[in-house]
Nanobody
Framework: QVQLVESGGGLVHPGGSLRLSCAASGSIFSINAMGWYRQAPGKQRELVASTANGASTNYADSVKGRFTISRDNAKNTVYLQMNSLKPEDTAVYYC????????????????WGQGTQVTVSS
């Protein structure tokens, strides 16, 4: 089994910062992409940021210059540093990882965390 456990959400004032963490554990042979999605009430889930092996990164236009994704491959952990937060960043944030559980290519799958609430409000 594979588990993704998130932490770091909470309530913050506009302009503030938060750092989300997501650690993958369990039967893991290798991890390809890791990243973060978010879903606000009444809206579709959207990609926030992703990284492949910590090298290339991809960001939603709405968070470029404010959010930074990073990854610690030794710890199977991905982080999202969120600065200059705005009320429109309020959402449940979900981490995901593309994981291969064995050397066999067919063992690859996408896994999701349980979600962590981020609320930006004065």
């Amino acid at each position: 089994q594979v588990q993704l456990v998130e932490s770091g959400g909470g309530l913050v004032h506009p302009g503030g910062s938060l750092r989300l963490s997501c650690a993958a554990s369990g039967s893991i042979f290798s991890i390809n992409a890791m990243g973060w999605y978010r879903q606000a009430p009444g809206k579709q889930r959207e990609l926030v940021a992703s990284t492949a092996n910590g090298a290339s990164t991809n960001y939603a236009d709405s968070v470029k210059g404010r959010f930074t994704i990073s990854r610690d491959n030794a710890k199977n952990t991905v982080y999202l540093q969120m600065n200059s937060l705005k009320p429109e960043d309020t959402a449940v944030y979900y981490c995901y990882a593309s994981i291969r559980r064995t050397p066999a290519p067919w063992s690859a799958g996408d896994y999701w965390g349980q979600g962590t609430q981020v609320t930006v409000s004065s």
